[in-house]
């Protein structure tokens, strides 16, 4: 492929700031309220800088892999490079599990929002088919289509949504925040543990990394999208705070849902039905790129046209959804990616950098010798 034809599927650097914020931003902002007072009470907001920061801190170490391994296109690389065909295939596979485990989450988590508070009586399946067949017609278009779906993902939620949830600061109660540093260490980390969940999706960075142009130059982006995210989070935690008490909060399932039901329009009578429905343009952007990525890294393993790959996978997430549809067994789904995913992008994508830095250090020292 020559450069030409080459660049028509890159996309500028600053386009990862969306690409960022869209993963990191998903159906959780529904509920993360709840799970993190929970664990750090009115001292949240502090979880919630924490877990910002430490974003920041991952973001860095995912571009320094790539500074190490600059003959790695991909993650996927890195593995094969790293840890040989046979381990490498191993590790590589469980990267195609845990994306579409993530795609299918995000899926049947926004469809039961959908029939508790919309079409009780509609099965999953309907939506899970208008989801999958929309999202096959996406991925098929390129990643950079998907990084336009993304990008509208950002803005339209962002002007619409956004500004309802500071309606409730007319009922706030300042109080609510004191006293300050009121909890342990210990708790504002079990707190910042449980905002941490919110943040999963941004480790897809290293499998669209060799779609940036230059992508040397989006690590500041990516960075400022990190931030972003934190800001809007951190906003929502706070306007939750002055709100609700920490007693109340716990007995409600999505309270960001019921913050954005507070602004009254005359000719609306359920504002909700109008969130819920812009809030597709949120979820819908994190099932695409979790496919797209899914399908990639699927292409580099078994060498095969990734168009070829995404129903494959579509399939799968469609057979899933007649299996989990009860509210427990959701639950249950949420937990098992929540503590991959946690696991994955805490512990295993800092070893990696610290791996690969060390791998490359001894192989130094021996060409020297040599």
């Keep these: 492929m020559n450069q030409a034809m080459k660049e028509r599927f890159l996309i500028s650097p600053f386009l990862v ?12 902002m529904l509920s993360f309220q709840r799970l993190v007072m929970k664990e750090a009470g009115h001292d949240a907001w502090i979880a919630v800088i924490l877990t910002g920061i430490i974003a920041h801190l991952l973001i860095w170490i995912m571009y320094q892999l790539f500074a ?37 989450t995000v899926l049947q988590t926004y469809i039961e929002i959908i029939k508790i508070w919309m079409f009780p009586l509609m099965g999953a399946w309907q939506f899970s088919l208008i989801f999958l067949a929309l999202a096959y017609y996406t991925v098929l278009g ?5 990084t336009g779906v993304c990008f509208w993902g950002v803005v339209i939620p962002l002007l619409t949504i956004f500004p309802m949830l500071f309606f409730p600061l007319e009922y706030a109660h300042y109080r609510n925040l004191l006293p300050v540093f009121d909890h342990s260490i210990g708790e504002i980390f079990a707190g910042a543990k449980a905002m941490s969940l919110q943040y999963l999706g941004m480790e897809m960075l290293m499998v669209y990394y060799p779609f940036i142009q230059q992508p040397e130059k989006s690590h500041k982006w990516a960075q400022w999208g990190s931030a972003f995210t934190t800001l809007i989070y951190l906003s929502i935690m706070l306007v939750s705070i002055l709100f609700y008490n920490e007693e109340q909060i ?13 602004p009254a329009v005359p000719f609306i009578e359920r504002m909700e039905y109008i969130i819920i429905s812009i809030y597709v343009l949120v979820v819908f952007p994190i099932i695409c790129i979790a496919v797209w990525s899914a399908s990639r890294v699927a292409k580099k393993l078994f060498s095969i046209k990734q168009r070829r790959f995404v129903p494959v996978i579509l399939l799968f997430l469609f057979i ?16 098992w990616t929540s503590t ?12 990696l950098y610290i791996y690969v830095k060390a791998a490359n250090k001894i192989k130094k020292i021996m060409q020297s010798k040599s």
């Design 17 to 28: 700031f969306f690409l960022i914020n869209s993963t990191q931003v998903g159906i959780g």
């Design 68 to 104: 190490h391994s600059p003959d790695a296109e991909d993650i996927v690389s890195i593995h094969q490079r790293y840890f040989g065909k046979w381990i490498g295939f191993v590790f590589n596979f469980a990267l195609l599990v845990y994306f579409s485990l993530l795609a299918f």
């Design 142 to 146: 390129g990643f950079r289509v998907v």
């Design 250 to 262: 716990q007995h409600i399932t999505w309270p960001t849902l019921t913050l954005a039901k507070i």
């Design 320 to 335: 899933g959804t007649l299996w989990f549809e009860e509210k427990e067994q959701i639950e249950r789904l949420n937990k």
């Design 340 to 351: 991959i995913g946690l696991y994955f992008v805490i512990f295993y994508i800092p070893a």
